[in-house]
């Protein structure tokens, strides 16, 4: 589901991904999004519906391998299961390339 706008906080509360069984999900973000108090406004709403997470707030402009990495090492130790990308187009980039990474299944030659 993607939600965008003003208020847009508002219109996704978590329960709406229950179907999909998304129990705790990475939130890949960046330092000002944490800065100006964004990230807060998305993690009161994970907490109202009484869901775990993990947050990544290294998003970089132009994210490189090393920055997917940095974010799938805390999508792994964190035993997450889904994502959650906000902010701009890094962190939107930064979460795309997390999630391509840990769906990857490893076939050996």
């Known amino acids: 589901m993607t939600f965008i706008g003003v208020g847009a ?3 996704c509360p978590l329960r709406r991904s229950r179907p999909w069984a ?19 406004q998305v993690t009161d709403v994970l ?12 998003a970089v402009p132009n994210p490189t391998d090393q920055n ?8 792994k130790k964190e ?4 994502l959650i990308s906000l902010g701009g187009g890094s962190s939107h ?3 795309k390339g997390v999630g391509f990474v840990v769906c990857q299944r490893r076939q050996d030659p």
């Open 9 to 11: 906080i508002k219109l």
């Open 22 to 40: 998304a129990k705790r999900p990475l939130i890949v973000t960046d330092k000002g999004i944490v800065k100006v108090g964004i990230l807060k």
């Open 79 to 82: 035993s997450c299961d889904s």
């Open 93 to 95: 980039d930064c979460c």
């Open 47 to 58: 907490d109202a519906e009484g869901v775990k997470y993990a947050v990544f707030d290294g």
């Open 68 to 75: 997917v990495h940095d974010a799938v090492e805390v999508y």
